[in-house]
């Protein structure tokens, strides 16, 4: 099943964000570091050119601390980009943002000119909440639900910087489909239109296959089962959430593992590497051009 959300208000902040960009002389992308490609914006590779970039990885107080620094890595290696992983407890780390910013655009006399810097963030990523601690001050709306902001604002920062906050938002269709399923369990998108079952059942297939030791202590179990519907009947016995028959609750059971996955109880988890999503985007860019080549024969 392919997983998008898509309001009316996000396409209109996608085409304001479209015209503004290439004025800006710094983009600032807010990251989940649980799946730094899956939440990140396509738009900014399509417009940056060369425009330095700076990717904050928040939440990697969550993520497999090991795998944040891969993906700092990753990124760092792209001209002109630098990654910094921060979580909301870390207020200094995230402030050292208006020292790096400067440092990015060495060619402005910030004495004499401002820094026009743009932050983008899709929804629940934290950005609000990462502008508040830029500003020292409550400028951004905050809230656990996608889409707190809803319209632009220009923010005075320290360093002559001027950051114009934008609202989160998605794109019509989210490539490879893993990151529909991704962003998903993360809470990018709103609960109301998601199948919490067949979210939670890559979830589950996803930490079988990469983190199994994270379910055997959680959930108390002695083995992996070989299916994710066998898991979600041991989570269901564990957790008393059992119909007759002796059949899981699967509604049940799927709010159990992710909202758990959310609030961090599976541990620390990253559900994408760089190197996973190297071979999607090459699965991807292969089928497209096997049906390109099908509807030429035709």
């Not at 006399?109 to 932050?119: E, F, G, H, R, T």
């Not at 909440?129 to 889409?147: F, H, Q, Y």
């Not at 950051?163 to 019509?172: A, K, M, Y």
């Not at 541990?267 to 590497?273: D, F, M, N, S, V």
Request: positive net charge.
């Amino acid at each position: 099943m392919a997983i998008n959300w898509y309001p009316g208000h996000m396409h209109k902040a996608k085409k304001e964000i479209r015209e503004v960009i290439p004025k800006m002389d710094l983009i600032i992308e807010v990251l989940d570091a649980r799946l730094p490609f899956s939440s990140e914006n396509p738009m900014v590779a399509s417009l940056r050119r060369d425009t330095p970039c700076i990717k904050i990885l928040n939440k990697s107080d969550l993520a497999d601390p090991v795998v944040t620094q891969r993906w700092v890595d990753h990124i760092n290696s792209t001209s002109g980009m630098k990654a910094i992983a921060v979580n909301l407890k870390q207020p200094d780390k995230i402030r050292s943002i208006l020292d790096m910013a400067p440092a990015m655009v060495p060619e402005r006399n910030l004495d004499v000119s401002q820094l026009k810097a743009i932050i983008l963030g899709i929804p629940n990523v934290g950005k609000s909440t990462t502008i508040n601690i830029l500003a020292s001050r409550t400028v951004a709306k905050t809230g656990n639900e996608p889409a707190v902001t809803k319209q632009q604002q220009r923010i005075k920062l320290p360093n002559n910087i001027v950051l114009l906050d934008t609202p989160g938002f998605l794109w019509p269709k989210l490539e490879p489909e893993d990151c529909g399923y991704r962003l998903a369990i993360s809470g990018a998108i709103k609960n109301t239109v998601i199948e919490f079952e067949d979210v939670a059942m890559y979830l589950a297939e996803f930490m079988m296959a990469h983190y199994p030791d994270a379910l055997r202590q959680r959930y108390q179990l002695k083995e992996i089962p070989e299916s994710g519907i066998e898991l979600f009947d041991m989570i269901g016995q564990r957790r008393g959430c059992m119909r007759r028959g002796g059949i899981a609750d699967t509604h049940k059971v799927a709010e159990i593992l992710i909202n758990e996955f959310r609030d961090g109880q599976l541990g620390r988890i990253t559900l994408e590497t760089p190197e996973m999503i190297e071979t999607q985007l090459k699965a991807m860019e292969e089928s497209k051009a096997a049906r390109e080549a099908g509807k030429a024969k035709k």
